[in-house]
């Protein structure tokens, strides 16, 4: 019985000890496969509502390369001249990818 015991409270201090152990993760967010979706480029349509300093925000229909629902959202442009020319009011098609700062815009056009 003793031994038992002593079986169970090492095996309870073991479960404890873990508890303040540094967690170990097998994930590596600079993988290939993670870096590769992270640079797929998305595409939709919308409406711009503010051009600003190299940004421009546009409420957007559903991306469905990535489940997002319409939505309105600001967008860095990777090349701040390809905001000229336009205006709150514009319809447009545009692409952008994912960063970990936002998304960034790739390409827009006036439809």
Do not use: Y
């Not at 469905?64 to 905001?83: G, V």
Request: glycine share 8%; net charge neutral; hydrophobic share 40%.
């Amino acid at each position: 019985m003793n031994i038992v015991m002593k079986g169970g409270l090492t095996a309870a201090l073991a479960s404890v000890a873990a508890c303040g152990a540094p967690e170990t993760s097998n994930s590596n967010t600079s993988s290939p496969a993670v870096q590769e979706k992270t640079a797929e480029t998305h595409s939709t349509t919308g409406t711009v509502t503010t051009v600003s300093a190299g940004n421009v925000t546009i409420a957007h229909e559903p991306v469905a390369t990535i489940q997002w629902p319409a939505m309105t959202m600001t967008f860095a442009a990777n090349d701040a001249a390809m905001l000229q020319g336009f205006k709150p009011g514009d319809r447009v098609s545009f692409a952008f990818r994912e960063s970990g700062n936002g998304a960034a815009l790739t390409s827009i056009k006036k439809r």
